[in-house]
């Protein structure tokens, strides 16, 4: 991570189609600024907890999770980044 970046976790809960309910997204941020605190290890635990979570036998085929994690170059690209997609509750 360059001096003064920000990396940002992005987690979605998605519900996978059945009959009786549509795909839910719940989305939650995280930015992650201290590149001490977030580390290519930790970015590859997040990535190894998902995976785990996703092939639970309790959940495969009840819900999914999705973890987006990129770095932004500079704060003001943080307050520019495109964050419709992602609508607040």
């Not at 009786?20 to 580390?39: G, H, K, Q, R, V």
């Not at 092939?55 to 973890?67: D, I, L, T, W």
């Amino acid at each position: 991570m360059g001096a003064g970046g920000r990396a940002v976790a992005w987690s979605r809960a998605r519900s996978l189609p059945s009959l009786t309910s549509a795909n839910t997204f719940a989305p939650a941020a995280a930015i992650l600024d201290d590149p001490m605190e977030c580390s290519r290890g930790e970015r590859l635990s997040i990535t190894l907890a998902k995976n785990r979570i996703n092939r639970a036998p309790e959940r495969v085929g009840k819900a999914k999770v999705e973890v987006d994690i990129f770095e932004l170059l500079r704060d003001s690209e943080y307050e520019t980044a495109e964050t419709s997609k992602y609508p607040s509750t």
